[in-house]
């Protein structure tokens, strides 16, 4: 025994140094007997265990599991054997089979805080929150100056949305142990959960001050910066992060999502490929993936893709970004479902009571304005504010009080300085956390708040998770339902969303009268200075049109393209060139459809009068399928060129059929692919039915509700209006105008 006992010391000195393979070497032949002492059984376990870490792997794990249940059978009742076999099972995956190893440990011994800690991890990790935390607050209790527990805790806390709480117990552990690397790496992540983004990166900055090889650290700080704008510093740290773990599955999907900010979207789809091929059941990367094989037209298993991910969503409550499904032939159903899931596992179904009892206090204005807020990250150079500009400048201020909230970049731009002149109190919330910012909105006493995002880039769907004011409004920047408890209305109108398209909407729905689209009021637009030629247009010849993103063009809207330019000779088709490759795919895909590539002629980005006026070289814009045109069909139609669209089954598909409808191009919107092309067709081939379409919308256009941007704030405004009155007489939000 003697002899065992100096070997087994010598073999933990080796530990002690890291040399664990020659501890092995020591530790084996001991293990050959027929009994063997379980000190040396447990320290070889750990020895293996150790190694299993490394890169003999499963081996190692195999070896230690053998000799934790070998000392098990010499003696049954080892409560301290049960914990370390449950340590190498969950190590090793089996997760299920390590929560029984941990509930016998326990059995035997009660007061064993590690146990207790141990299952509860497991039982956070497959969503079982109230056993979870019922465990690692009893591992506190008996341990009380333990930061691992405290860490435990706060993972699991934010593991079931309690993200604030999960703040405290990580500050508890690195107040025990403020060098406690995965403490200020897992705070930083419940911070970002928060929206607290630069309190995050700080976060992520001591962990690494701790350790500079944690690469999710890297990672996190990398998310967090690009949800701070700084998307040149997030690509540094995601590049550190995936280099020093090219396994880490999340840094790979957080280095796509900037990769795309930046446009990048070829670069994107490959670190979004690596990040699946890690990790296949990441559904949110593959939502990411497939939207960024969109932009570039790459369509291969595209159909297979989209209806896999439907079908996941539905049957598995898949968590997918709803922006991914919007250009696909998803459903409204399945959009619905999608926001749904997608919001539950973001932000918990209610507030903490003390903001209920704020939300209860808060506006019900006492001066007799309705204060209205609007949030947004695009109060700058943007697609958006071009729409909504002029009815922030028009809201009549006897009746409203205008707050602006932004959230995006503060880039010094006109854009910016007009929407910062339009409002009475425009507020810079870029730097403040979800909950701060809602209470920013709380304080000033807002009655309405406007999310103009959605789920759009660079949203703050947390800020409205934690009521920024009493009823909140889904408008603009996401053509859908955003399927969340906490927002209370969605405007449209009875094109883009029909009565009996209702029940795909969980918001109460405020029908305006005309286009739900906002818009410039109608001017005459100055002659283009450019000819076909210089815009790489034939001089003769019919040119079809559709500026749209490219990710919404999809192989079915495609073939259609094709058949007409194969059915108009001396035709092109004329696109945006979103990026390099879209061009190359969209060319490639023309060849494969028996269609000269050069035909597919692409328009380089522009300032936007130039852009509006070269519309006038073209003869009729395309509208795509699944989701159409928005801005660009207003700015097509502003510019008095006709479009052609679909009606579909999804807000974002009925888009440009509520505005042509809105300056009388009835005869434009089609309810089937075969009388789109057949008109597209027809139109292509008859100039004087063309000519009459083009002089009839040239006649609409200084009087067309789409571009009368009085009366559209009048009736917006009378909605906002009736909204805050139902409030007001303590009714609850209800399908409000004219379809009412």
């Known amino acids: 025994m003697a002899g065992v006992a100096a070997t087994a010391e010598r073999a933990l000195a080796l530990c002690r140094q890291g040399r664990f393979a020659e501890a092995k070497a020591l530790l084996e032949p001991l293990t050959q007997v027929g009994r063997p002492d379980r000190r040396v059984l447990a320290l070889l376990g750990a020895v293996c265990l150790r190694l299993g870490d490394g890169a003999a792997g499963a081996g190692d794990f195999a070896r230690a599991l053998a000799l934790y249940e070998r000392s098990i059978a010499v003696r049954p009742d080892d409560f301290q054997a049960h914990y370390n076999r449950g340590v190498v099972l969950y190590r090793s995956g089996e997760r299920a089979a390590a929560a029984a190893a941990y509930e016998r440990a326990i059995a035997l011994e009660p007061k064993l805080a590690a146990g207790h800690s141990a299952l509860g991890v497991v039982e956070s990790e497959a969503g079982r929150h109230d056993a979870a935390l019922r465990h690692l607050e009893q591992a506190i209790a008996l341990a009380p100056e333990n930061p691992e527990f405290h860490n435990n805790l706060g993972l699991s806390l934010d593991r079931a949305q309690r993200s604030d709480e999960a703040l405290r117990s990580f500050d508890a552990a690195l107040t025990l142990a403020p060098a406690f690397g995965p403490a200020w ?44 704008h700084r998307d040149g510093e997030a690509l540094a740290a995601l590049a550190e992060a995936t280099r020093r773990a090219p396994q880490l599955a999340n840094a790979w999907a957080n280095l796509g999502a900037t990769l795309n900010a930046v446009k990048r979207p070829d670069e994107a789809l490959v670190a979004y490929r690596r990040a699946l091929a890690l990790e296949p059941t990441l559904t949110q990367a593959r939502g990411d993936r497939l939207h960024t094989a969109m932009m570039l037209c790459d369509w291969e298993g595209l159909d297979a893709e989209v209806a896999s991910l439907c079908a996941a969503i539905v049957t598995t409550d898949a968590v997918v970004h709803p922006f991914a499904l919007l250009a696909t032939s998803a459903s409204a159903a399945v959009q619905k479902r999608c926001a749904e899931t997608y919001v539950a596992a973001h932000w918990p179904a209610s507030v903490p009571e003390g903001d209920e009892r704020a939300i209860a206090r808060a506006g019900r204005s006492a001066q007799g304005r309705i ?18 500009a002029e009815l922030f400048e028009r809201h009549d201020r006897s009746a409203f009080e205008l707050h602006a909230f932004s959230f995006g970049p503060t880039a010094a731009d006109p854009m910016r300085a007009r929407a910062m002149a339009s409002f009475e109190h425009f507020h810079e919330a870029s730097v403040l956390g979800d909950r701060q910012v809602a209470a920013l909105a709380r304080e000033v006493g807002l009655d309405i708040a406007v999310d103009l995002a959605g789920f759009t880039q660079g949203a703050r769907p947390g800020i409205f998770a934690a009521r920024a004011a009493p009823l909140q409004v889904n408008y603009i920047g996401f053509p859908g339902t955003l399927g969340a408890p906490f927002i209370d209305y969605v405007l449209a109108d009875e094109v883009v969303v029909p009565p009996e398209s209702r029940h795909d909407f969980s918001e109460a729905v405020a029908w305006l009268p005309n286009a739900y689209l906002p818009n410039a009021a109608w001017q005459p637009l100055a ?133 042509c409808r809105s300056v009388g191009l009835d005869d434009c919107v089609t309810e089937d692919v075969p009388t789109y092309e057949a008109t597209a067709l027809a139109l292509a081939h008859d100039p004087a039915r063309l000519a009459a379409v083009r002089e009839r919308l040239a006649a609409a256009l200084p009087t067309a509700p789409l571009f009368d941007a009085a009366a559209f704030t009048r009736d917006l405004e009378r909605l906002y209006a009736a909204m805050h009155a139902r409030r007001g007489a303590g009714l609850p939000p209800a399908h409000l105008g004219p379809l009412t």
Do not use: Q
Request: charge should be positive; include cysteine.
């Open 185 to 228: 790496c897992n705070r930083g992540v419940a911070l970002h959960r928060l929206g607290r983004f630069a309190d995050a990166l700080a976060s992520a900055d001591r962990a690494l001050a701790v350790d500079p090889d944690d690469a999710e650290a890297w990672s996190n700080r990398g998310l967090a910066l690009h949800d701070l």
């Open 371 to 388: 204060r209205i807020g609007y949030f947004s990250g695009d109060f700058r150079r943007h697609a958006m504010m071009d729409l909504v």
């Open 527 to 659: 002659a283009p200075e450019l000819h076909r030629g210089a815009a790489g247009l034939p001089n003769e010849g019919f040119v079809f049109c559709s500026f749209n993103n490219s990710f919404k063009i999809t192989p079915d809207v495609f073939d259609v393209w094709m058949r007409l330019l194969h059915r108009t000779p001396g035709s092109v088709l004329w696109l945006i060139e979103a990026n390099a490759g879209a061009v190359a795919n969209l060319r490639r895909e023309a060849e494969r459809r028996g269609v000269d590539g050069a035909r597919v002629v692409f328009a380089p980005r522009t300032g936007r009068d130039e852009h509006l006026a070269r519309h006038r070289l073209a003869d009729l814009f395309l509208d795509t399928f699944h989701y159409g045109a928005h801005t660009t069909a207003s700015d097509a139609l502003r510019a008095g060129l006709p479009v052609l669209t679909r009606r579909g089954a999804t807000f974002a598909s009925r888009v440009a059929a509520s505005l």
